[in-house]
């Protein structure tokens, strides 16, 4: 399966805890998004990277939240001291190109926190 | 607020029956794209739209496009309970999605 993966599919973990997320784009797609989702809302923009170059971070993302790719293939999502707030499912995209309209977001099947 | 606003925000039909969801925006886009969720799965592809105007058929499902490229349509033909899912429109390089429609198709 040559898709979006990412790991884990699920975590609980206690307020205040730190918590990372992985993702793995498909080989040959140079940009990566991250995305917060709450149960029947939209997905909700964190941040998206061109390669390495994080090019774009959400007003909404505290500086609690970090993410990375550091040789442009997987990233990293980490939140740090979490919140009842941050339960949700986090989804990562990644695409082949710029040009939004020649290249859709392929979407992992993301990663559900549970913050207790 | 949001960019985009899409409704119904849920929408509960009878297998067979006709439906349109709608995304909306006072934002004028360069293309405007169209997935859908199913339950523990990431969004999917449906159909991109580019001009303004633009009807696209994809089976049973009809996208469209507004004159003005801030708005778009999808009009589902005779429902099946397999199209149940959460429909998203989506714009822009940064991908940013709207509200999403849930839509239960009842057999």
């Known amino acids: 399966d040559t898709g979006v993966s990412q790991d884990p599919r699920h975590k609980i973990t206690k307020r205040g805890q730190n918590v990372t997320f992985r993702c793995d784009p498909i080989?040959?797609?140079?940009?990566l998004y991250w995305y917060r989702q709450t149960l029947g809302q939209g997905p909700e923009f964190l941040t998206y990277?061109?390669?390495?170059?994080?090019?774009?971070k959400s007003r909404l993302l505290s500086d609690r939240f970090s993410a990375e790719r550091p040789k442009g293939s997987f990233s990293t999502l980490e939140i740090q001291r979490t919140e009842q707030g941050d339960s949700a499912m986090y989804l990562c995209?990644?695409?082949?190109?710029?040009?939004?309209?020649?290249?859709?977001?392929?979407f992992g099947n993301g990663t559900r926190l549970t913050v207790t | 607020t949001q960019l985009l606003e899409q409704s119904p925000q849920f929408l509960s039909i009878q297998e067979g029956e006709n439906l349109t969801v709608y995304c909306n925006s006072s934002?004028?886009?360069?293309?405007l794209q169209w997935y859908r969720q199913e339950p523990g799965e990431g969004p999917v592809l449906l159909v991109t739209?580019?001009?303004?105007?633009e009807v696209k058929k994809l089976k049973r499902l009809t996208f469209q496009f507004g004159d003005a490229r801030k708005d778009s349509s999808l009009h589902i033909t005779a429902a099946q309970p397999g199209d149940t899912g959460l429909y998203l429109c989506?714009?822009?390089?940064?991908?940013?999605f709207g509200t999403g429609t849930s839509l239960t198709v009842i057999p």
């Open positions: 990277f061109q390669n390495e170059a994080q090019l774009e």
């Open positions: 934002s004028v886009f360069s293309s």
């Open positions: 989506a714009v822009g390089n940064q991908f940013y």
């Open positions: 995209a990644s695409s082949l190109g710029v040009d939004s309209y020649n290249s859709p977001l392929h």
């Open positions: 739209v580019v001009t303004g105007g």
């Open positions: 080989s040959e797609h140079n940009r």
